[in-house]
DNA sequence: GGATTAATGTACGAACTAGTACGTTCACGG
DNA sequence: CCGTGAACGTACTAGTTCGTACATTAATCC
């Protein structure tokens, strides 16, 4: 009976076995926290067993990493797919802002992992090898956006990208990231879909008032 | 020899043991997170034993909640003292704006406890009693603010106190609890005291700019 | 000033948790 | 079709961590 080596189905796949870990890894920690989670709750929730975990991993805190990594790459990579070159500064700023407000709601894990790190005064991240590649897509488009706005004479000259993003972030992070006792303090849900336009609008305007200011 | 009953120096202090406890454990739990949290590194800093914690507090749980609501109360507290009822509304607003952002800074364990606790969902918070009183001290201010501000014809209508004071808690604290990872990514600290002033005023432009648009 | 209780210290245990020693099975090249 | 190594499973250990049983000392009340 040949081997179906024909990829597919094997019993027994590197790739899927690695995969299959790290997702749920990655659940794990969002969940729980560096310290909180469990590699043995991680093992039991895969198709695997522990022992495969140190195989591939090594142990908890590089599969952590591991986790960290590849949270950083997807978003990031998503984020590069923006073009608004085609559009007046104005609007483009708009579409980046509200593009970034969306890929936060859509990733509470990434946000979540970031809110974690940062506890642990982003020992892990500061030692990855990918670290290297973060920032140019996250600030490419701005910068652009920026430069055009005031060579128009639109924008003020006293912000660069890195404020416009850490106004984005913080925005969109914190409607996230402190949603919890927000909600306990105020009673109001950050994330009802009912207010999602409001925020999302909100932002943009936010933006383009300071910048345009005068 | 009389018992120096008269306060001061006694070898026995249940205020001055519980307040030991506390001020130790609220910098632990800043530190390590609930999880990562030793209790018995937390006694071996206190001038007591482990023994008190349990004694005090009950365990690790309460004691973790004894520490977010001391530390809630603290801040709430000294944003009471605001008094800017004299200064026309967009003077009012940057006199608040900059009065939180210099709490924010000067409370770091504070900003960290909120993302732990967001981190466990404020599952804990939920759950205290004192969480009746913060809504107020935190919106009565902006609320009075921002309707003199309508009234007068200058702000905008379609945000609310809780809007604002979310634009300001975002920027204020994604300042401080996302610093690492910004850091770690971007290369630029966000509490580098050489761009304190520009961030500070910053947020207050921010938010007039936006409210008196048009 | 003796009894009573509040406050404190010591030593220990039960449960958990990261990591590993050792054994097994499947895929694949020759 | 068989040897070899990669991929996988089981069972265990060493160390940690929360919590407590038990003993003790200081303050306070009558």
Chains 1, 2 share one sequence.
Do not use: W
């Not at 990829?7 to 729980?32: G, H, M, N, S, Y």
């Not at 590699?39 to 590089?62: H, L, N, P």
């Not at 305007?205 to 910048?211: D, K």
């Amino acid at each position: 009976m040949a081997a179906p080596s024909s990829e597919a189905e094997r019993q027994r796949d590197k790739e899927r076995t690695r995969a299959d870990i790290l997702a749920v890894a990655t659940r794990e920690f969002a969940d729980k926290g560096y310290t909180g989670a469990r590699v043995d709750e991680i093992a039991a929730r895969t198709s695997t067993t522990k022992r495969m975990i140190y195989y591939y991993f090594g142990g908890k805190e590089q599969l952590y990493i591991a986790v960290l990594e590849q949270a950083y790459s997807a978003i990031r990579a998503s984020e590069q797919q923006l073009d608004v070159e085609h559009l007046d500064p104005e609007d483009a700023l708009r579409q980046l802002a509200a593009l970034t407000f969306d890929h936060h709601e859509a990733n509470p894990d990434f946000i979540r992992l970031v809110s974690i790190e940062n506890i642990h005064r982003a020992e892990h991240l500061s030692r990855s090898e990918i670290l290297a590649g973060l920032a140019d897509p996250a600030l490419g488009g701005i910068t652009r956006i920026l430069e055009r706005g005031r060579k128009a004479g639109l924008f003020r000259e006293d912000v660069d990208a890195l404020d416009v993003h850490m106004v984005i972030s913080s925005f969109c992070v914190f409607r996230l990231a402190n949603r919890h006792t927000f909600q306990a303090i105020f009673g109001r849900d950050m994330l009802d879909p009912g207010r999602r336009e409001h925020y999302r609008a909100m932002l943009g305007t936010l933006l383009i008032e300071y910048l345009t200011a005068r």
